[in-house]
């Protein structure tokens, strides 16, 4: 958000107020009033102003009641910015006073003479905290109502006022295309000199892309650094949406690149290649059409962050027509084509707003990326060298293992993929046009890298797993970083400085608290960032989200298929589910069918001959670069004449690759000596930090969220595996944990969450569990309380290092509410949960009633549910009743067909879990097992028990169910016999 008071905006609320006269004016003369010229500092009043109200707005920020209040009064200076602000836009304007000056046009916005204007400028800085102010309001509101720009590197104090002034909305509308142009990825930290170098080329086009008053100011060249800065600013924050609808905005909107995810799993790493497309003009883009693919197949797509979409979970590509093939996709309405052009070198980064790898252009400095190689000895070697001079890497796979590299399954045959690549200094002397993508355009660089980034509009890292910074500039002789805490006091909290041009500093284990804190990159006496680096967790939730998101419960009152549905809280009901509590007791015979001993299905999975349809987007045309290695560059038409540029671009017909030479050739002396390589000068501090996010890390990220659209989760599980598989993983975990509670549409697809209130639910033998919004802070106290009390909490890891359970024991439940009465979380205990929770709910048949039947979809492939094998196998089409897998324009949906269904062609959509469970019902032989030796209830792995029927399953441990590939089955510990018999009964009525 920028505070740019436009004449309209003055005209409406001159309106509003019955202003008469010209309202800036007006204003100037209203603020004059609050300013003390005489003898004090300038701007007391408002300072007095100011810290009363931080006090009193965010005094209390570090306590949940605080943080998730909404109702914050904005800054009280305002008004006082805004005529700073008019100031800065008489900048240029005139010839009475220098371009760059700014004080003077201050002192005629105020009509103050000469000696009132020289104690203004000495209590200026003080403006700075001010501007803070109006950034932390903005932040507080999750960007809600605008993001925080306020912001200068250079001319610290009055550079901010200018930096809302000199570029207008319509200019910063343009600027996606220039980032565009120049390959620079969305959410990038780049500094201003850098920008201002690439600025000047950009606005030097013709025609020229920006309006005349901002290119009037370019040319006086006193305001392009200001103007760089302000760049700077919008391209930290740009999302890669576009926002101007002009005709070169739409052509540099239209994109599509490879997307890739790496996959960790027992048996070792695994990648998947994907697209992530941006079709111009299109407005709700719900299929594409491969037309370089000879059978024109469709891909449903769903939306993505920035306007982008993406193939719908479950989609399948030919990975080798995927990287090495032209790929061209249309819009089915518009006719809107987007094209990608194979590249021999492809840089992967990560997008933190999709959550995957997305090819960019060319490395940044600094960035984590991978490198995707075509398997040419030549080119690989020429690769490796320049990354071994001028940074770091990891391994190196291959489709199949060699002497030199790793095998990762999904990599394309000849293909080769670098890991954990830095460019830390700018190679020298790089002139094949393949190697261009490893030249960082910019020569300076500060990122926070790694680290758990959460989710929501403003950046924000976990406080738990903080982001490590990297800092490159080329040909620095010390580098120096500040980390500085900022609020109501300015603390420097660390500094390190070296004689290096590359330093990296993990942020782990300096246990800073949540609050934001201001990085300083200083090379030599030099600042050249200034980036604020904003640190959060559970203890400090995101206020908005935490009021707005809808409140869920599962009301059986109100909603017949509440048992794997929760739904918008009435208020009202008598039977609910809330978290781990039950209120209410169903009214209904009991059910009496015991579980039967053992497991009922195979141990050994049966072949299905399943095999997922995959896309073939296109060939590689075997004459092309791709293949030979030899570019065709296509060079513009010549029409005589003297050259107007001094140097000249060509493409490549093939790949697309651009190469620069100049207007005039150059002779090489052969007498010159060849230019020195690049010198890399690394300051390591510490060992490498881990940057996948843990599962803990992520469950206090989603207490700190609250609540919303699904995607705010999976967003999260990203950090720890960005495929839609662990997505889906993940929501139902937190959900059977009962952490968090899930509405889910006709389809049983999720669509918002919210997590639940802090319950200690009542285990089996575990004690008392900690469930729901458990905050670090709050954990602590509990621990104080029962330990005075004479028990202690308890913390229990997770299986393969999944999600940790908490406990409290040695206390009584009469004396565990005391201590959480005393804490004043009243009803906070649930007593014997599990079996409250079972009481409540539904037999399946009555679940499956409730479940709206729908024609079976069209189709082109589906595969049937074996109760037997309980694997998937294939079938020529729905017919029989039972459980199945159909695939539909590449998106794959289960349905359940009882026996009417088959007759009058209908079914009804579920989960996958569920329509299995449905078919073992209809069959006779539920999908449970029990192992009473263990007192394990067990279900084939895959079919885990839906909704709160899994939940109070997972209830008695207190942990999720533990996987046994030996017995292909999932097991719920420390289920008593009589609740095993009880969830049988209701999954077999």
Same mark, same amino acid.
């Given at each position: ?57 965010? !005094? ?427 609020? $109501? ?24 608290? $949540? ?8 090379? $030599? ?52 589910? $809330? ?127 609250? !609540? ?101 024991? !040695? ?130 792995? !895959? ?47």
């Amino acid at each position: 958000m920028y505070l740019e008071i436009t004449p309209e905006v003055f005209a409406s609320v001159a309106s509003e107020l019955d202003v008469v006269g010209d309202p800036a004016r007006r204003l100037a003369e209203v603020v004059r009033e609050t300013l003390y010229l005489d003898d004090r500092n300038g701007f007391d009043a408002h300072r007095e102003r100011f810290q009363m109200w931080r006090r009193h707005e965010f !005094g209390l920020a570090s306590t949940r009641v605080k943080r998730t209040s909404t109702d914050l009064a904005p800054p009280p200076v305002v008004a006082l910015l805004a005529v700073l602000v008019l100031a800065a836009e008489r900048m240029g304007r005139d010839a009475n006073q220098a371009a760059h000056a700014y004080y003077p046009r201050l002192a005629e916005v105020l009509n103050v003479d000469e000696g009132e204007a020289a104690r203004l400028k000495q209590a200026f800085p003080i403006t700075e905290t001010f501007w803070r102010g109006l950034n932390d309001y903005l932040v507080a509101h999750e960007g809600r109502i605008g993001l925080p720009t306020a912001d200068a590197l250079s001319f610290r104090y009055v550079g901010i006022p200018q930096s809302q002034a000199l570029v207008r909305a319509a200019d910063r509308a343009k600027l996606p295309v220039f980032f565009t142009r120049f390959g620079l990825a969305p959410g990038s930290e780049v500094i201003a000199t850098d920008l201002e170098r690439l600025m000047d080329v950009w606005i030097g086009g013709s025609p020229c892309p920006v309006s005349s008053n901002l290119k009037n100011l370019w040319g006086r060249g006193a305001a392009r650094e200001r103007i760089a800065g302000v760049a700077a600013v919008e391209l930290r924050l740009w999302d890669g949406a576009f926002r101007d609808t002009s005709e070169q905005s739409l052509t540099a909107s239209g994109q599509v690149g490879l997307c890739a995810n790496l996959r960790q799993s027992f048996g070792g790493r695994s990648i998947e290649f994907s697209f992530v497309a941006r079709v111009p003009r299109a407005t709700a883009v719900s299929e594409l059409v491969v037309s370089s693919a000879e059978a024109k197949p469709i891909v449903g797509v769903i939306p993505a962050a920035g306007g982008r979409v993406r193939p719908i979970p479950g989609s399948r590509f030919d990975a080798a027509s995927l990287v090495g093939a032209l790929m061209e996709l249309q819009e089915p309405d518009s006719g809107e084509t987007i094209t990608r052009r194979p590249r021999r070198l492809v840089p992967l980064r990560r997008d933190e707003l999709i959550g995957a790898l997305v090819e960019t252009d060319r490395l940044q400095l600094a960035d984590d990326v991978l490198l995707l190689v075509k398997d040419d000895s030549r080119l690989l070697g020429n690769v490796l060298a320049v990354i071994d001079q001028c940074g770091i890497r990891g391994d190196i796979y291959r489709s199949i293992a060699s002497e030199d590299a790793q095998a990762l399954p999904g990599l394309p045959e000849g293909w080769v993929l670098i890991d954990g690549v830095q460019m830390l200094t700018v190679p020298r002397g790089v002139k094949h046009v393949d190697l261009h993508a490893l030249v960082p355009l910019t020569t300076a660089q500060l990122n926070f890298a790694g680290g758990l980034k959460m989710p929501g509009r403003i950046r924000k890292f976990s406080s738990l797993q903080p982001p490590e910074i990297r800092a490159a500039v080329a040909e620095a002789e010390t580098i120096t970083i500040t980390i500085t805490s900022v609020g $109501d006091e300015v603390v420097e909290r660390y500094q390190w400085s070296e004689q290096a041009n590359a330093m990296v500093i993990p942020l782990a284990g300096l246990e800073l608290e $949540d609050g934001d804190y201001e990085v300083t990159l200083q090379v $030599d006496d030099e600042v050249l960032s200034r980036p604020t680096l904003r640190l959060r967790s559970a203890d400090t939730p995101d206020a908005l989200t935490w009021e707005t998101c809808t409140s869920l419960n599962y009301e059986f009152d109100w909603s017949p298929t509440a048992a794997i549905s929760a739904n918008a809280s009435l208020g009202t009901a008598n039977l609910f589910v $809330d978290g781990v509590s039950t209120i209410g007791l169903r009214d209904r015979p009991r059910l009496d069918k015991p579980v039967p001993e053992g497991v009922g299905w195979a141990a050994k999975k049966a072949s299905s001959g399943v095999v997922q349809p995959v896309v073939v987007l296109g060939s590689a045309d075997p004459k092309s670069c791709m293949v030979t290695g030899k570019h065709y560059i296509q060079l513009p038409t010549w029409h005589g004449g003297k050259a107007t540029a001094k140097t000249i671009q060509g493409v490549c017909r093939d790949c697309g690759v651009v190469k620069t030479s100049p207007t005039r050739p150059r002779w090489k002396n052969v007498h010159t000596p060849d230019e020195a390589p690049a010198e890399l000068h690394l300051a390591q501090y510490t060992t490498d930090v881990e940057l996948q996010a843990q599962w803990d890390v992520c469950l206090d990220t989603v207490v700190h969220v609250g !609540g919303g659209p699904i995607s705010a989760l999976e967003r999260i599980a990203a950090h720890v595996d960005g495929t839609s598989l662990f997505a889906d993983e993940f929501v139902r975990a937190l959900e059977v944990a009962g952490h968090i509670d899930v509405r889910r549409d006709d389809a049983m697809a999720p669509q918002e969450w919210e997590a639940n209130p802090a319950y200690l639910a009542e285990t089996m033998r575990n004690g008392f569990l900690l469930a729901g919004v458990w905050s670090p802070s709050m954990r602590a106290v509990l621990e104080r309380e029962v330990k005075a009390a004479g028990g202690q909490v308890t913390r229990v890891a997770g299986a393969d290092s999944g999600l940790s359970s908490w406990y409290v024991r !040695g206390l009584s439940g009469d004396r565990l509410e005391n201590v959480t009465d005393a804490m004043s979380l009243p009803h906070a205990v649930v007593r014997d949960a599990a079996r409250r929770m079972l009481a409540a709910l539904p037999p399946l048949s009555e679940l499956e009633a409730a479940m709206p039947d729908v024609p079976i979809p069209q189709h082109s492939k589906a595969t049937m549910f074996s109760l037997r094998d309980a694997s998937w196998q294939n079938v020529p089409g729905v017919g029989a009743p039972g459980a199945y897998r159909v695939e539909q324009a590449f998106r794959r949906l289960s349905i359940w067909v009882d026996q009417g269904g088959a007759i009058s062609r209908t079914a009804r959509i579920g989960s996958v879990q569920l329509v299995k469970h449905l078919a073992g019902r209809a069959a006779g032989r539920p999908l449970l097992g029990y192992l009473s030796a263990s007192e394990a209830l067990v279900v084939p792995i !895959g079919a885990d028990l839906p909704g709160l029927y899994g939940r109070v399953a997972a209830l008695c441990s207190g942990q999720l169910p533990r996987s046994s590939p030996r017995t292909r089955s999932l097991a719920y510990l420390d289920v008593p016999r009589d609740i095993a018999d009880g969830l049988h009964s209701l999954l077999a009525g």
